[in-house]
């Protein structure tokens, strides 16, 4: 997400896991390993009804670039 931000342009967390958030910290609970994967691994990218073709190709270089291809 930083990689990203650092070429202007805003993501954010994809998934939230309510049962992370500190408020619930000292409860008990289950494990839930495929959901805090998803908040783990996932983000939201720029998607809106007047993005451009050229704001798409600079959305997907900036991701490319991210990961390192």
Not at 35 to 48: G, K, N, T, V
Request: aromatic share 4%; charged share 25%; glycine share 4%.
């Amino acid at each position: 997400m930083q990689a990203m931000l650092d070429r202007e342009i805003s993501t954010r967390r994809g998934i939230m896991c309510a049962h992370r958030e500190k408020v619930y910290s000292g409860m008990q609970r289950h494990p839930l390993s495929q959901s805090e994967a998803a908040q783990d691994r996932c983000i939201i990218l720029p998607l809106y009804p007047q993005m451009t073709d050229a704001d798409q190709d600079l959305v997907i270089d900036a991701l490319t670039e991210a990961f390192g291809h």
